[in-house]
């Protein structure tokens, strides 16, 4: 069973950029496809980025798409997510997530971190 621990969150202005890190205990970590997921108040969870096992297939939202760039180290157990030129609306708790099965729903998605928050402000 893998656990995650996310990291990196913070207040920024807005235009500037955070770099969120996920840290996993996890043998196989090469086995996962790792998501980053987010959730504002009074909304529901929403996908942002998502990388294949290697690395090489990656996946994002429209709404983060040229801000946002997520990478892994598989020799680290690490996935990142750079943002970049963040805006007040991508102000949420920002979840990474493990899957065995490759996509971007999060119901495919079993194992998540605790979250880390990131504030934008205006």
């Known amino acids: 069973q893998v656990q995650l621990v996310e990291s990196g969150g913070g207040l920024v202005q807005a235009g500037g950029s955070l770099r969120l890190s996920c840290a996993a205990s996890?043998?196989?970590?090469?086995?996962?496809?790792m998501g980053w997921f987010r959730q504002a108040p009074g909304k529901e969870r929403e996908f942002v980025a998502a990388?294949?096992?290697?690395?090489?297939?990656?996946y994002y939202a429209d709404s983060v798409k040229g801000r946002f760039t997520i990478s892994r180290d598989n020799a680290k157990n690490t996935v990142y997510l750079q943002m970049n030129n963040l805006k007040p609306e991508d102000t949420a708790v920002y979840y990474c997530a493990a899957s065995l099965l490759v996509g971007v729903r999060p119901e495919l998605y079993r194992t998540w971190g605790q979250g880390t928050q990131v504030t934008v402000s205006s």
């Open positions: 996890a043998r196989a970590f090469s086995s996962y496809t």
């Open positions: 990388s294949g096992r290697s690395g090489g297939i990656t």
